[in-house]
Structures are given as structure tokens and as C-alpha cells.
């Protein structure tokens, strides 16, 4: 008659917080740290004897980020004796800017505004900003509290047309550019798509913001505003 094969709790933890970090190794997230906690208790006992092989293998296709679940399977001689369902969080911490004060909607973005702090961004859904030269040419788009984490829905480009500008609309058409006169129907930055109307037919266009008191034309049309 044989000991009994007791597997550890601890020993469960390792091999789960194992697979997990080995995961997010894979995904290039070298610039983040990660805390892994397993909530699996209590040791496992197996009537099988012999050297236990532990595999983890992820329930879901969903990312290890904050809650989730693994399965654990304990093998004794290549065959499964044991699987167990283990509950893991995960969090991930990494240096982002946050507001390092008060931020007016439509302040300009610097080193006045913004400072590198290491925060929980486990549960960010929008996305951070890491490095000041990230938000150069950049406008805060809402108000924010010292201490937020500044997001990119936080940020826009620096209208370079305003509502009611007079500006350039140009047209490419083959090795010609052809050229009249509009007026801005709303805010835009570099790149952002707004409505103009010509002032020649009257028509209210659609056209990408190409520089101050510049937008190129695109598809799209409407008479009304």
C-alpha cells in the first residue's frame, strides 16, 4: 500500500501563475508588470502514485486580464486523474501620463499638464498614453481631475480649421488640383473629416483637413445641413 500523492496548493499557484505570465510574455507586454494571484485552496489528493505532470490550459479565448478561470489538469503517467476549474487574477500595472492637475477641455497638452505615474490599467478599455512626445499637436477633449489617467478619449488634434473659417477646398484630379472657396461647418484637426459648404454651388461637402485653412474634398454629399 502507497503514501498518498498529495498535490499542494501552493504548488497549484505556481503552476497556474507559471502559465499565465508565460502568456503575456508572448504578447510583448515587457514595458507592463503583472501581479497573478490563483484562489484555488486547499491541497489535492490522488490515488494514482507517481511523479504528477500539472497542465493549464486557458477556458476561453478571452485575454488574462483581471478575473478569469483556467483549467488545471493533474496527469500521473500521462493520464488525467484530476481537473480542476481555478479562478486567477491577473493585473496589470505599467507608467502612464496622468493629469497632474486640473485640465480645462481645450487646454493645450505638455509637461505642465501631464506626469508618468504606474497605474492598474487592467480594466482600460480606451487606451493610454506612456510618453509626452505621444500627445504633442494635442488638445485636451474633456475636463479632467488631477490623478486621471489621460486616455485617447481624452485627447484631440488642435483644430487647425474652426466653424465658420473661410477656407481653401481643393480637389485632386489627375496631375491638376483644381481650387474654390468654402467655409468650415465644424471643428477639425490634421486628418479629421468635416463638412464645408462651397461657396460657389451652395453645397454642403464633406473634405479631410489638410492644413490651417486647407481641405481637400472627398465623396459625399448633402444639400442640407
Not at 507592463?32 to 485552496?41: I, L, M, S, Y
Not at 479629421?192 to 474634398?217: C, D, Y
Request: proline share 2%.
Amino acid at each position: 500500500m502507497w503514501a498518498q500523492n498529495v498535490v499542494r496548493e501552493h504548488t497549484i499557484h505556481q503552476a497556474v501563475e507559471r502559465h499565465v505570465r508565460a502568456v503575456l510574455q508572448r504578447g510583448n507586454q515587457s514595458q507592463e508588470r503583472c501581479e497573478v494571484h490563483a484562489r484555488w485552496k486547499g491541497d489535492v489528493v490522488l490515488d494514482e502514485a507517481g511523479p504528477v505532470e500539472i497542465e493549464v490550459r486557458p477556458l476561453s479565448s478571452r485575454p488574462l486580464r483581471g478575473a478569469g478561470l483556467v483549467r488545471v489538469e493533474l496527469k500521473v503517467k500521462g493520464q488525467t486523474c484530476r481537473t480542476l476549474t481555478v479562478t486567477v487574477d491577473t493585473r496589470i500595472y505599467r507608467r502612464v501620463l496622468v493629469a497632474s492637475r486640473v485640465i480645462r477641455r481645450g487646454e493645450l497638452l505638455g509637461k505642465d499638464l501631464l506626469e508618468q505615474e504606474e497605474r492598474d490599467i487592467t480594466l482600460l478599455k480606451d487606451g493610454c498614453y506612456t510618453e509626452i512626445d505621444q500627445v504633442k499637436g494635442m488638445q485636451a477633449k474633456r475636463p479632467m481631475n488631477a490623478g486621471d489617467i489621460f486616455t485617447r478619449q481624452h485627447s484631440e488634434g488642435v483644430p487647425l480649421v474652426r466653424q465658420g473659417d473661410a477656407v481653401e477646398l481643393v480637389v485632386d484630379s489627375g496631375n491638376m488640383q483644381l481650387s474654390t472657396q468654402g467655409v468650415a461647418l465644424q471643428d477639425g484637426g490634421a486628418g479629421v473629416q468635416i463638412r464645408v459648404r462651397n461657396q460657389v454651388s451652395g453645397k454642403v461637402l464633406h473634405g479631410e483637413v489638410l492644413a490651417a485653412g486647407i481641405v481637400r474634398m472627398g465623396g459625399g454629399e448633402n444639400d442640407n445641413d
